[in-house]
């Protein structure tokens, strides 16, 4: 694929130096575990609590140009770690105005995904999902179509929340 102009890695916002230098750091971070078992066992070494289960995101944050809390969420979830949660607009939206989240911060609406997910003897990955649908309206079945729920879900649990 040829970019529609030249790349710039001197400027900032250039969506091609950001993918070229977010794929070379991430490279970098994956080659300093000698195999898949070691990483997994990294990833696992975070879930001892509500609080450090967080801090993989984090530092996946810090370590992967670009890569952002709720992408490192996104990436560890796609791996199939199911305790990983994506907070999107949807998730953030639905927690916070229901007021079960205390702010509309990502790291904020992971923490209550992942405590929704325990207290419902769930993982933080179903949470997510189910969240998504009910915000996106965008379940993929055959043939299928469903419409974006997210103030009706809203305006029917907040009330028997408070």
Not at 22 to 47: R, W
Request: proline share 5%; with cysteine.
């Amino acid at each position: 694929h040829t970019p529609p102009g030249p790349m710039n890695m001197k400027k900032e916002n250039s969506f091609w130096a950001i993918f070229c230098k977010g794929i070379l750091s991430g490279a970098e971070f994956l080659t300093t575990f000698d195999s898949f078992e070691s990483f997994d066992k990294f990833v696992y070494s975070f879930s001892f609590n509500d609080i450090s289960i967080a801090g993989l995101p984090i530092l996946i944050d810090c370590e992967v140009y670009g890569m952002g809390f709720p992408l490192a969420c996104d990436f560890l979830k796609e791996l199939g770690y199911r305790n990983y949660g994506k907070p999107d607009t949807h998730t953030i939206t639905i927690l916070y105005e229901i007021g079960v989240a205390p702010s509309r911060s990502v790291y904020d609406i992971f923490k209550t995904m992942v405590k929704v997910a325990k207290a419902n003897d769930q993982t933080t990955v179903i949470v997510d999902y189910i969240l998504w649908l009910i915000g996106s309206g965008k379940y993929v079945g055959e043939n299928e179509t469903i419409v974006m729920q997210k103030q009706a879900f809203i305006q029917e649990i907040k009330p028997k929340l408070e």
